[in-house]
């Protein structure tokens, strides 16, 4: 019998694991040296970690529409994936309510799936042009909009501003830490993505090139065209967006989380290279290697339990302390329950609530709850 787990590409679940650990490398390292340099951490990651979560999430999505929910009706498939993201959604709100410090994730990430759905019926050749016309436009639909709307809040979105829906969606589609309508750029590279044979070893060489030029690109004609002296002020990270009441070159910034053109071209770019790169690895390396692979970062498998966790542990009442060297701590909990999990070929427990609505969808297709 084989476990819930079989049948996953190693490769992807590599990649989630590493954008998991770039997260908590940007929570709890310090994004400058003692000198003042940008740090390697913040460099490698800063923006970049949420962004390949992002467009790992359109992958999932990807791979959600067409297994294990293939022959579903179409409402009840649309239905189960809505419900599992208002479940991770509301999780989201839960932990945006701890003392962290932590720009929760979870709550845009649901509203990137629900606003996502839509664009799973599209075909390829749409979905491509699709994600170029929006790194473009949405930014700039975004500095036009944001100067209209409601001051945001700093904190995390809270089950609080469940009463305020209005500030709430604001923040969501636009003026929080990740606004959801640039954000669904990545979303739609990811559809993208999920769409091709991501077994094919010449089609994932061509993605890697291709997502190190962009990368590089972008960060080029950013670096040519925008004001150096407020891209080095900004080089740590933004808020998840330029300034409301900025002028028009905010938006030639590359900086981390500014939600720019330019920022959401360069980390798209990192974020295909990584995914590529990884399931690169998985394909050439022999099975044996592949499945140690696939438990030595099996926390990829298990991002929602793992990412939650790691929220928890940031809270000053929980081991361990709030400081750079805690790193380490973060790290090894993590990797360990990944590995654990994966040896034991079981889901992390939020995974399998989350995943409850799916299975419900798959129990009635094939007549029986499994």
């Not at 994600?131 to 909009?145: E, F, M, N, Q």
């Amino acid at each position: 019998m084989t476990g819930p787990l079989e049948g996953r590409l190693v490769g992807l679940d590599v990649a989630r694991c590493l954008a998991l650990l770039g997260m908590v490398a940007t929570h709890v390292l310090e994004a400058r040296t003692p000198g003042g340099d940008l740090s390697t951490a913040q460099w490698l990651a800063g923006g970049r970690a949420s962004a390949l979560f992002a467009v790992l999430a359109g992958v999932s999505l990807a791979l959600m529409t067409r297994e294990p929910l293939r022959g579903t009706p179409l409402a009840l498939r649309t239905a189960a994936i809505a419900v599992r993201a208002v479940l991770i959604g509301l999780l989201g709100l839960v932990l945006g309510g701890l003392d962290t410090g932590i720009a929760i994730i979870l709550s845009y990430y649901a509203l990137l799936f629900v606003l996502g759905l839509p664009f799973t019926f599209l075909r390829l050749r749409w979905i491509a042009p699709l994600a170029v016309v929006w790194v473009v436009g949405a930014p700039v639909l975004s500095h036009l909009v944001r100067p209209r709307l409601p001051e945001r809040g700093y904190d995390s979105p809270t089950l609080g501003q469940l009463g305020d829906p209005a500030q709430l969606g604001s923040e969501l589609l636009l003026t929080g830490y990740y606004p959801v309508l640039p954000w669904l750029a990545y979303l739609l590279v990811g559809l993208a993505l999920g769409r091709l044979d991501l077994r094919n070893r010449s089609l994932l060489g061509a993605l890697a090139l291709g997502g190190l030029g962009l990368a590089v690109l972008a960060t080029q004609v950013s670096r040519t065209f925008a004001d150096p002296k407020v891209a080095e002020a900004n080089a740590t990270g933004m808020y998840g967006t330029t300034p409301a009441d900025g002028d028009w070159s905010w938006l030639l910034l590359a900086a981390p989380h500014s939600a720019t053109p330019f920022d959401l071209a360069q980390t798209i770019g990192s974020a295909v290279l990584v995914i590529a790169v990884c399931l690169l690895l998985e394909r050439v390396l022999p099975r044996a290697a592949a499945a140690v692979l696939g438990v030595v970062l099996g926390a990829g498998a298990a991002t929602l339990t793992l990412y939650s966790m790691h929220v928890v542990m940031r809270t000053e009442q929980v081991w361990p302390a709030e400081e750079p060297s805690s790193y380490v701590s973060h790290v090894v909990v993590l990797l360990a329950v990944g590995a654990v999990l994966r040896m034991l070929r079981l889901r992390g427990p939020l995974e399998v609530v989350a995943g409850l609505p799916v299975r419900l969808a798959r129990a009635q297709r094939n007549g029986t709850l499994r």
